[in-house]
């Protein structure tokens, strides 16, 4: 009889009586019994079916955790770098430093990151989940030791330089802010591992190395958040933990208003240079007013360059066209007054229809641009806000108890939110 056993992932045979050898496959031993040339081909057949079962050469099988026990990771985040904004690919680019704690019972005894062998240990499995490229990547594993219950901590630090996608809402452009989020998730399901800030350290962003300075504001604060992704966005029907690293941006509109809005509203302006031709010559002012309009379209067409391919109209948008509109309207009062019988009278209430409904418009359009500039200045000085009590609550955790990595319970975090 020859016996064995066979596991998907780890295939083995246990052989208890069998004659004959083959030198493919055992080294070949003077005391060793025969083993026939059946269980051979049944040995390859078995290591055939275990590589098919892999989607590609280097995949790695995770074991699950021995205790099947739920792991709580805390996660510390720092932007080093904030190298690029593209409005139009709605991406941007980041040097990032994550480190996540969590305590790993099996590795107590433990004194030094050397005992271990981090290849054999369970992992958080935590990816870059909007990541679109990742340009260079370190990991290191460090071993900390827990004075409370002596339970070692284990340490992952990643430092990573990537481009992140960020779907940006472009309505209010140029007066617009951004959120820049880098999202992370963990493969192991919701049951097994979750992701939670450290309420030891302050999540950190470097102002000072913003590259992207002469176009965008960049906020000091750093917002972190845990999440879940949501079941009907799900290739399987579990829910995997996410954590999002947030911070904000808010776009100096000077470019746009100078280069743009002002030649616009110029070109707009030149349109009642028209009035100055003469009635009864409606070519010579149509072929002004054509030209004028012309080049607002060419402005219009620059204007979208630097916007994503978007569904809804942006606030430069609405205005240039408003612009158009006011010019499409003087095309035609200059294409009727040649047909009304006292066009001296037409141009004269013309001039005064047209130029109070361009004084009336902008104002309107004025205070609509300073009502939305106002409330994204109240939204991020909330963030703000937010971010400092935090970081406020953290300081003074630390300055008692000199610990910098906690949260591993519920109990902890409220115990730091209440210094």
């Known amino acids: 009889a020859t016996p064995y056993t066979m596991d998907s992932r780890d295939v083995t045979l246990r ?15 003077e005391n060793a019994p025969a083993y026939p040339f059946e269980a051979v081909e049944a040995l390859s057949i078995l290591r055939q079916i275990e590589t ?12 699950k955790r021995e205790d099947g026990k739920k792991v709580r990771v805390l996660i510390k985040a720092s932007i080093v770098s904030l190298t690029e904004i593209d409005t139009v690919k709605q991406a941007f680019s980041a040097e990032v430093w994550l480190s996540a704690y969590y305590k790993e019972p099996l590795l107590k005894g433990k004194k030094d990151r050397e005992e271990v062998d981090w290849a054999d240990q369970w992992d958080p499995r935590i990816v870059l989940f909007n990541a679109v490229t990742v340009d260079k990547e370190e990991i290191k594993h460090n071993l900390i030791q827990d004075d409370i219950d002596d339970i070692p901590i284990v340490q992952i630090t990643r430092r990573v330089q990537a481009t992140f996608k960020e779907p940006m809402k472009l309505a209010n452009f140029p ?4 959120k820049l989020t880098i999202k992370l998730r963990s493969r192991w399901p919701v049951d097994q591992v979750e992701l939670r800030k450290n309420m030891g350290a302050k999540d950190t962003i470097r102002t000072d190395t913003f590259t992207a300075s002469q176009e965008w504001k960049l906020y000091g604060h750093l917002l972190c958040e845990h999440d879940v992704t949501k079941k009907d966005l799900s290739t399987s029907d579990k829910q995997f933990p996410l954590y999002h690293i947030t911070t904000h941006v808010q776009r100096k509109t000077g470019f ?3 280069n743009v809005a002002l030649l616009m509203f110029l070109i707009m302006s030149l349109s009642f240079t028209a009035f100055s031709v003469a009635p009864e010559k409606p070519e010579a002012r149509l072929s002004v007013s054509l030209t004028l309009l012309l080049t607002s379209v060419a402005f219009k067409f620059m204007v979208s360059q630097n916007l994503p391919t978007i569904s809804y109209l942006t606030m430069l948008d ?13 095309a035609v009062q200059n294409a009727l007054v040649s047909a009304v019988t006292n066009p001296q009278l037409f141009d004269r209430v013309s001039m005064a ?19 939305k500039v106002r409330k994204a200045n109240r939204i991020l ?8 009590r935090i970081g406020s609550s953290i300081e003074r955790f630390f300055e008692r108890t000199k610990c910098s990595i906690t949260g591993f319970t519920d109990g902890e975090v409220c115990r730091v939110q209440g210094f």
């Open 175 to 178: 007066f617009d802010y951004q």
């Open 15 to 29: 052989w208890t009586e069998a004659r004959g050898a083959s030198n493919d496959f055992f080294p070949p031993n």
């Open 318 to 330: 609405k205005y240039v066209l408003l612009c158009m509109i006011f010019q499409c309207l003087v």
């Open 381 to 388: 000085r909330r963030a703000d806000k937010q971010y400092l």
């Open 52 to 63: 098919n079962q892999r989607t590609s050469s280097t995949e790695v099988w995770h074991k």
């Open 256 to 258: 746009y208003v100078w």
């Open 353 to 371: 229809v047209l130029g109070g409904l361009a004084v009336f418009t902008h104002l309107v359009f004025g205070i609509v641009i300073w009502k």
